[in-house]
């Protein structure tokens, strides 16, 4: 199959690399340094999965540029950004094309599909902690890599063999893939994690580490996951585990040092994903009746320093 992956950072670059020196079919969307450097050097990857390596030549595009006609396309870019993105998936995609993105922000899909009634558009989500370190050059310092992907609650299950062979071939690069009919839930557990740390540790100025120890850090951190545990539970998803050990247990096995792209973003003066991290958060749990206390704190922060 053609996977497309747009978005050749930190996520993009990792699942792309992955795939590609597993024998896929793989093109980046890009832009930038980091594609110029992709074109001349190829891909250079250090990763805690799969060890060093190199991948040249690769394809690499921009969204002008790329004419082909992908079988998978994996959205890999940041929550602010999803909407240059409708036109160019309107171009290259068919109603046999599976998009699957995987940002940061809980219920991209649904939202994605409105825009792309024709085309095949799941839910999805993913762990990894990546980063470019320059350009073409990322790496990947902590071995977690899963991808989970699938159909929203009443969507038609359409091009489902493709999608149990996407499932296939990321198990055979090496990344946890899992085909779930559980997406809402296992979209919003990786949501409970990547919200409230990105949250916190924008609101603290903290690292994984500093949410491993007890004290406000961690204390803030576990009111956030709490609140998105509620809004689960009103919305009649029921977890499995609790989701303030999973998450505590994720810091855990991350450099004590790792902070969040958001932090990162902030930090250089980008746009940043706080409208779908924090703001929509408040938000949604209004439509469910709920106040989230933590959120409106962390929300009404933020808005004051334009974030």
Known sequence: ????????????????????KAGQDVTWIARGKHLEALREKGLEAHTAGAGDFRLSPVSAYTMEEY?????VVFVCVKYYSLGECVPFLKRVCNSHTAVIPVLNVFGTGGSLQEQLPEIPVL??????????EKPGVIVQPSPIFRVFFGYRPGQPKREEENLLQVERDLKAAGIEGHFTPQIRRDALQKFSYVSPVGAAGLYYGATAGDFTVPGEKQDLVITLIREIEAIGQAMGITFEQDLTEVNLEILKGLEKDADTSMQRDVAAGRPSEAEGLIHNV?????KYGLVCPGYRMVSRWARERGL
């Not at 930190?10 to 590609?20: F, M, S, V, W």
């Not at 993913?126 to 980063?131: A, L, S, T, V």
């Open 1 to 20: 199959m053609k996977y497309l992956i747009i978005g050749a950072g930190g996520t993009g670059g990792c699942l792309g690399a992955y795939l590609r």
């Open 123 to 132: 839910d999805g989500c993913i762990y990894i902690y990546g980063k470019i």
């Open 67 to 71: 004419s082909d006609s992908p079988d």
């Open 282 to 286: 408040v938000e949604l749990a209004g």
